[in-house]
């Protein structure tokens, strides 16, 4: 079997694991405390929510899925597949709010499993560099950095819907950085030896990477509180995998190769997988929040 074959499977693997987690996430994140709280409050209350550790450990199995796909494919690829977690989630949901899944819903789904599938066949996703040099990582700080900031302050200053979409593409812009610095981890880790593991140890986007998971979480709980599900995750949804895979391309020199017929074709592929997302996204959401409210 080709390393792409079983870096699809792997991230379909990722996907299933990381939507039970959102799904508990979700939950936890409305129902930790009833008083307004801080960003950083919110996040220290879920270090002590039980429930929540069981969707971190979950979605931590997702992550490892995910790695290991990444040390396999390209991010193009990975990142295209893990966004049919909301395909997992959907029945997720359903089971958990007593309900059946609408049509409206299954024919979103359908849409959004086959815009993947074009994108990973005719895009034909290719990898590029594991790695990149740090004057390419500078300039996507002073390209991002103030973006992010911006969206944190204008957050601040709003509420309600507005806030939370705010927040939420903060933390999908950091969960796609978080995926292209994954591949970087990989490339280093090596257990096998010691001088492997001292080499990752002093790899620098080891501790980047710690530090906007970190990151990517504390804003992503914070998204889920600020509003209404039906603001936060489609937003995240969408944003993470645009963020990564443009990074793939820019910093990791990732390509798609559709041919020259194929273009088109691959343009209406992503906006059909953008919309359905958003569509499936605000539907998890809305199930969820009625979850919350019995």
């Known amino acids: 079997m080709a390393k792409a074959d079983i870096a699809a499977l792997l991230a379909l693997g990722a996907a299933f694991f990381i939507a039970i987690g959102d799904v508990i996430h979700q939950r936890s994140a409305h129902e930790v405390t009833e008083e307004p709280v801080g960003h950083f409050g919110l996040f220290t209350r879920l270090l002590r929510d039980r429930r929540w550790w069981l969707g971190s450990l979950v979605a931590a199995a997702g992550f490892a899925l995910q790695a290991a796909a990444l040390g396999l494919g390209s991010v193009l690829l990975v990142q295209a597949l893990l966004v049919t977690s909301l395909l997992f989630a959907l029945p997720i949901n359903a089971r958990l709010t007593h309900r059946r899944v609408t049509r409206w819903e299954w024919l979103w789904a359908a849409l959004l499993a086959g815009a993947v599938a074009v994108i990973v066949v005719v895009g034909n996703p ?147 997988m953008v919309v359905a997302t958003a569509a499936l996204a605000r539907s998890e959401a809305r199930a969820t929040t009625s979850v919350v409210s019995c």
């Open 126 to 272: 290719t990898a590029g560099h594991a790695r990149a040099s740090l004057e390419t990582w500078t300039l996507v700080i002073a390209v991002l950095g103030p973006a992010l900031v911006l969206c944190v302050l204008g957050a601040q200053l709003s509420s309600g819907p507005v806030s939370a979409v705010l927040l939420a593409l903060v933390s999908g812009a950091l969960w796609g950085v978080f995926a292209v610095l994954t591949k970087g981890v990989v490339d280093r880790l090596d257990f096998g030896s010691w001088a492997g593991l001292w080499a990752l140890l002093h790899t620098p986007e080891l501790y980047v990477w710690a530090a906007v998971a970190i990151a990517g979480t504390v804003w992503q709980q914070s998204s889920f509180r600020a509003g209404a599900l039906t603001a936060s995750l489609p937003t995240m949804t969408v944003a993470e995998p645009v963020v990564a895979s443009v990074l793939g391309i820019v910093v990791l020199g990732e390509t798609l190769r559709p041919g020259d017929a194929g273009w088109l074709t691959l343009i209406v592929a992503v906006v059909a």
